[in-house]
DNA sequence: TTGTAATAGTTGAAATTGTAACTATCAAGA
DNA sequence: TCTTGATAGTTACAATTTCAACTATTACAA
């Protein structure tokens, strides 16, 4: 019995991952020297407005130190500011200056373009059952649960362990 | 205009290969103490019989020195023996040992259930949709290009740069 | 030949990531 | 109040990965 690599999920899912972020870390890497990590903090903080770093852990699915060292960096471009929650002394609030909300209003629109073109170039039928496909993976997967990455959970029901 | 992270294709995927991966490495991991990089080397060895390095570097799109990190580990093992090539004394023909041969027939049919397993739980429909969609953005990006991990292209075409 | 460029593979060092421990704060019960 | 235990976030240290040389060998043209 023999196993074929090329043709094995997890590895096809590795593989097309990498090529695909390779692809859309164009646009932020070049043109505002973002790494992932400071990509997806920053796109979750533009879009959702005011977060907790341990929120922004969830739902990047990044461990909290990633997060930490993410933001701090993002803080040092002063595309973001902390202030301290005034009910719980542990909990700082995010959320991007005015220089912050620029650059997330000039990239998104490249990103979504990214986005497009990959839907496009698929076509309707394949984009359709790709869709399908991973909606499907993601509901047995990794939704809700999985986010073992994601350091402790925010939310009420939580984390199953390893 | 904003954009949501969890419906990114990007992110996507990024996510989903560390589910998988994890959801799969679970055998090589705790039964055989093996890495990811180890497994991909091994699981190619394992397939094709004999190959160089450079070209298990090429087929499981990882860098050379990955590659290299990784026989010297399943080398410790002694589950792959190493024999000059007498032609170009540059090349290493690699096949596994007897012992790695062993591992590997134990080893495949593990793998091969938790790969029926995805797909069992998908049923055939989703199953088949999302073969489709992977299959349609593999052609669009990473058959037969972008290899760019893998170091140098032991094949006619060439690698493209970054 | 000889010199130049290319390839196979390894290794050292830098950068990135993950793990564990740490500080500070809060919650809740004795 | 005073514990004990949990959570938010940071940091030190270890493991991994990437990047840049480096050795050895081959190819090929002057």
């Given at each position: 019995m023999s196993l074929i690599l090329e043709e094995f999920l997890p590895y096809r899912?590795?593989?097309?991952?990498?090529?695909?972020?390779?692809?859309?870390?164009?646009?932020?890497?070049?043109?505002?020297?973002?790494?992932?990590?400071?990509?997806?903090?920053f796109a979750l903080l533009g879009h959702k407005g005011?977060?907790?770093?341990?929120?922004?852990?969830?739902?990047?699915?990044?461990?909290?130190?990633?997060?930490?060292?993410?933001?701090?960096?993002?803080?040092?471009?002063?595309?973001?500011?902390?202030?301290?929650?005034?009910?719980?002394?542990?909990?700082?609030?995010?959320?991007?200056?005015?220089?912050?909300?620029?650059?997330?209003?000039?990239?998104?629109p490249m990103m979504m373009t990214v986005e497009t073109e990959i839907l496009a170039k698929l076509g309707p039928k394949n984009a359709a059952a790709l869709q399908q496909g991973l909606a499907a993976l993601e509901a047995l997967y990794l939704d809700p649960a999985d986010r073992r990455n994601a350091g402790e959970s925010p939310l009420a029901w939580q984390d199953a362990g390893e």
């Open positions: 899912f590795n593989r097309l991952a990498e090529a695909l972020s390779r692809n859309a870390s164009q646009a932020y890497r070049s043109e505002y020297g973002l790494t992932r990590p400071e990509w997806r903090a005011m977060m907790t770093a341990t929120e922004i852990a969830y739902f990047s699915t990044m461990h909290k130190t990633k997060v930490s060292r993410a933001l701090f960096k993002l803080e040092q471009k002063r595309w973001l500011r902390r202030t301290a929650d005034e009910n719980d002394r542990r909990l700082e609030q995010i959320t991007l200056t005015e220089r912050g909300r620029a650059a997330y209003d000039r990239l998104v």
